[in-house]
């Protein structure tokens, strides 16, 4: 039912964004800066209750949220007063517009910590045979579907992308595959073709990196799920960084935007592990993304405090204005060529 893909979708996309302003909310409070609205959704505004100086509100569209604070738009020392944005230090202003990216880290933590409470999908360090085709090296040499493929030539393989990258650099060779069946291990020869039938891999297997689940003791989780929450950013910055050299190389790269993500949630995020396990992911990939020091993201916000404290004065309202309106634009230029790239991708 296509509804409850779409439901699901927006579900993520309004935790996400709900959590990372909450971050800019709570960071600002605790700093002492005054928050004019802290609002659910989009607006126009359907509802709102004024508590403490702030504004909560429900909008009409119920995608994310947002923090609206005092100051924010660039009032000037002696009219903002105390609990404006602006008149804050460059540390704080920096821990504020920062804090968004901490809070959706902060729940990718927990999202992690809770699976491994609960048990938590991981690879098993082999690659599960899902197919053999008739005739083809594997199946001549009496591999079977639901085997698992341990080495390649006495080289351990832990995932499908090894064994694929190995086999593709041993065409025409005799190589010895060491397999697993039923917890006995063996061994066979078997030699990848150079010129496989159309639709069949060098070793006529189907494959996928076989997994596992493994499950922490309450009191180990929360460090199971910091130390995946950090490795995880680790590999997200590398492979960003592998991104752009790619760019630079003129190589093609594998970039999604919003129709990507819905497409992704449909596929990884059927079923309440999944989808906690692809809200902690996207989670990460918001904070990596939005510290870039690009103009309209957070990280561009950063980038200009930084340029403050190095020019000892700020930059004009309208200088900062025209950046951040450049920057948006390319964004959204950029979102919507994705957006039908991915169309033509995924639909």
């Not at 005054?34 to 126009?44: K, L, N, S, Y």
């Not at 060491?178 to 917890?183: A, N, W, Y």
């Not at 010129?195 to 199971?224: D, H, N, R």
């Not at 079923?271 to 870039?292: E, Q, T, Y």
């Amino acid at each position: 039912m296509e509804f409850l893909p779409i439901l699901r979708f927006l579900v993520l996309l309004s935790v996400l964004i709900f959590v990372h302003e909450g971050g800019h909310f709570l960071i600002a409070r605790l700093f002492g800066v005054a928050v004019e609205e802290f609002g659910f959704g989009i607006p126009p505004r359907v509802w709102g209750k004024k508590i403490g100086g702030t504004i909560y509100s429900l909008n009409l569209l119920p995608i994310g949220g947002f923090v609206r604070l005092k100051g924010e738009e660039g009032e000037t020392l002696g009219f903002g007063g105390a609990d404006s944005f602006v008149v804050q230090s460059k540390l704080k202003r920096a821990g504020i517009v920062a804090a968004g990216a901490l809070g959706n880290l902060f729940l990718a933590w927990m999202a992690f910590s809770l699976l491994w409470g609960i048990g938590k999908t991981v690879p098993a360090g082999k690659v599960l045979v899902n197919e053999v085709s008739l005739g083809s090296p594997a199946y001549s040499a009496g591999i079977s579907a639901g085997d698992y493929i341990v080495s390649l030539d006495g080289e351990k393989v832990e995932t499908a992308e090894e064994l694929l990258d190995l086999t593709k650099a041993n065409l025409g060779r005799l190589v010895t595959l060491g397999f697993e069946r039923e917890g006995a291990f063996g061994a066979v020869s078997v030699i990848p073709r150079s010129s496989p039938p159309e639709g069949e891999g060098p070793l006529g297997i189907g494959i996928t990196t076989a997994v596992k689940e493994e499950k922490a003791s309450f009191w180990q989780a929360p460090w199971f799920g910091l130390r995946e929450t950090f490795q995880t950013v680790s590999l997200m910055i590398k492979g960003l960084g592998n991104t752009v050299a790619d760019l630079f190389r003129g190589e093609e790269v594998m970039v999604g935007g919003p129709i990507a993500i819905y497409a992704f949630s449909r596929v990884y995020a059927d079923g309440f592990k999944p989808f906690i396990d692809f809200m902690a992911l996207l989670s990460l990939n918001l904070v990596v993304v939005n510290l870039l020091p690009i103009p309209a993201l957070d990280g561009g916000r950063i980038l200009f405090i930084g340029i403050e404290a190095l020019r000892r004065k700020k930059l004009s309202p309208r200088t900062e204005m025209a950046i951040n309106s450049a920057g948006l634009a390319i964004l959204i230029v950029l979102i919507v060529l994705l957006s039908v790239r991915d169309v033509r991708t995924f639909f």
